[in-house]
Nanobody
Framework: QVQLVESGGGSVQAGGSLRLSCVAS????????MGWFRQAPGNEREGVAS???????HYADFVKGRFTASKDHARDTMYLQMNNLSPEDTGMYYC????????????????????WGQGTQVTVSS
Protein backbone atom coordinates (compact mmCIF):
# COMPACT_ATOMS: atom_id res chain seq x y z
CA GLN A 1 0.00 0.00 0.00
CA VAL A 2 1.28 3.46 -0.90
CA GLN A 3 0.01 6.62 0.68
CA LEU A 4 0.33 9.85 -1.25
CA VAL A 5 0.14 13.27 0.39
CA GLU A 6 -0.15 16.44 -1.63
CA SER A 7 0.80 19.92 -0.45
CA GLY A 8 1.59 23.33 -1.85
CA GLY A 9 -1.86 24.46 -2.85
CA GLY A 10 -3.15 27.89 -2.00
CA SER A 11 -4.67 31.07 -3.33
CA VAL A 12 -2.91 33.19 -5.92
CA GLN A 13 -3.78 35.88 -8.40
CA ALA A 14 -3.88 35.26 -12.11
CA GLY A 15 -0.39 35.13 -13.55
CA GLY A 16 1.06 33.79 -10.33
CA SER A 17 2.82 30.52 -9.62
CA LEU A 18 2.55 27.60 -7.24
CA ARG A 19 4.53 24.41 -6.77
CA LEU A 20 2.67 21.34 -5.68
CA SER A 21 4.39 18.44 -3.98
CA CYS A 22 3.34 14.82 -3.63
CA VAL A 23 5.17 12.72 -1.07
CA ALA A 24 4.88 8.95 -1.16
CA SER A 25 4.87 6.82 1.98
CA UNK A 26 7.44 4.51 0.45
CA UNK A 27 9.70 4.44 -2.54
CA UNK A 28 7.80 4.79 -5.77
CA UNK A 29 10.76 4.09 -8.00
CA UNK A 30 9.10 0.84 -8.92
CA UNK A 31 6.01 2.60 -10.16
CA UNK A 32 5.70 3.08 -13.84
CA UNK A 33 3.94 6.41 -13.81
CA MET A 34 3.00 9.20 -11.44
CA GLY A 35 0.26 11.58 -12.42
CA TRP A 36 -1.38 14.85 -11.51
CA PHE A 37 -5.12 15.29 -11.91
CA ARG A 38 -7.48 18.09 -11.04
CA GLN A 39 -11.18 18.62 -10.47
CA ALA A 40 -12.89 21.96 -10.71
CA PRO A 41 -16.25 22.52 -9.00
CA GLY A 42 -19.00 20.98 -11.07
CA ASN A 43 -16.54 19.31 -13.43
CA GLU A 44 -15.15 15.84 -13.77
CA ARG A 45 -11.63 15.08 -12.68
CA GLU A 46 -9.15 15.41 -15.54
CA GLY A 47 -5.55 14.57 -16.22
CA VAL A 48 -3.03 17.38 -15.96
CA ALA A 49 0.41 15.80 -16.29
CA SER A 50 2.37 12.64 -15.72
CA UNK A 51 5.97 11.57 -15.26
CA UNK A 52 7.35 8.06 -15.37
CA UNK A 53 10.54 6.54 -14.07
CA UNK A 54 12.40 7.41 -17.26
CA UNK A 55 11.56 11.03 -16.63
CA UNK A 56 9.27 11.06 -19.64
CA UNK A 57 6.48 13.56 -19.16
CA HIS A 58 3.07 14.08 -20.66
CA TYR A 59 0.89 17.16 -20.36
CA ALA A 60 -2.66 18.06 -21.10
CA ASP A 61 -2.89 20.62 -23.87
CA PHE A 62 -4.34 23.22 -21.54
CA VAL A 63 -1.19 23.29 -19.37
CA LYS A 64 1.55 22.83 -21.94
CA GLY A 65 4.19 25.51 -21.61
CA ARG A 66 2.92 26.55 -18.17
CA PHE A 67 3.20 23.47 -15.94
CA THR A 68 6.21 21.24 -15.38
CA ALA A 69 6.18 17.86 -13.68
CA SER A 70 9.31 16.55 -12.00
CA LYS A 71 10.33 13.82 -9.60
CA ASP A 72 12.93 13.51 -6.87
CA HIS A 73 13.52 9.80 -6.36
CA ALA A 74 15.74 10.36 -3.33
CA ARG A 75 12.88 12.14 -1.56
CA ASP A 76 10.09 9.98 -3.01
CA THR A 77 8.48 13.23 -4.06
CA MET A 78 6.83 14.41 -7.23
CA TYR A 79 6.35 18.07 -8.04
CA LEU A 80 4.16 20.15 -10.29
CA GLN A 81 5.46 23.61 -11.00
CA MET A 82 2.56 25.76 -12.16
CA ASN A 83 3.29 29.11 -13.78
CA ASN A 84 1.10 31.76 -15.34
CA LEU A 85 -1.94 30.47 -13.52
CA SER A 86 -5.41 31.49 -14.62
CA PRO A 87 -8.81 31.26 -12.87
CA GLU A 88 -9.56 28.24 -15.07
CA ASP A 89 -6.82 26.37 -13.19
CA THR A 90 -8.80 26.56 -9.96
CA GLY A 91 -9.62 23.17 -8.50
CA MET A 92 -8.56 20.32 -6.28
CA TYR A 93 -5.31 18.80 -7.45
CA TYR A 94 -4.57 15.14 -6.86
CA CYS A 95 -1.49 13.04 -7.34
CA UNK A 96 -1.71 9.38 -8.25
CA UNK A 97 0.58 6.41 -8.79
CA UNK A 98 0.20 3.72 -11.40
CA UNK A 99 1.95 0.38 -11.13
CA UNK A 100 0.10 -1.12 -14.03
CA UNK A 101 0.13 1.42 -16.83
CA UNK A 102 0.98 -0.52 -19.95
CA UNK A 103 0.99 2.31 -22.46
CA UNK A 104 2.41 5.72 -21.70
CA UNK A 105 -0.15 7.26 -23.98
CA UNK A 106 -2.84 6.19 -21.49
CA UNK A 107 -1.37 8.37 -18.74
CA UNK A 108 -4.60 10.37 -18.51
CA UNK A 109 -6.83 7.35 -17.84
CA UNK A 110 -7.79 7.42 -14.18
CA UNK A 111 -8.60 3.68 -13.84
CA UNK A 112 -4.96 3.01 -14.69
CA UNK A 113 -3.88 4.52 -11.37
CA UNK A 114 -3.68 2.35 -8.29
CA UNK A 115 -3.20 4.93 -5.52
CA TRP A 116 -4.49 8.44 -4.99
CA GLY A 117 -3.81 11.28 -2.60
CA GLN A 118 -6.46 13.35 -0.84
CA GLY A 119 -5.81 16.46 -2.90
CA THR A 120 -4.67 20.02 -2.37
CA GLN A 121 -6.79 23.04 -3.27
CA VAL A 122 -5.62 25.61 -5.80
CA THR A 123 -7.58 28.83 -6.14
CA VAL A 124 -6.69 31.43 -8.74
CA SER A 125 -8.40 34.80 -8.65
CA SER A 126 -8.67 37.23 -11.52
Amino acid sequence: QVQLVESGGGSVQAGGSLRLSCVASRATHSSYCMGWFRQAPGNEREGVASIDNDGYTHYADFVKGRFTASKDHARDTMYLQMNNLSPEDTGMYYCAASYSLSNRRDWWLQPEYNYWGQGTQVTVSS
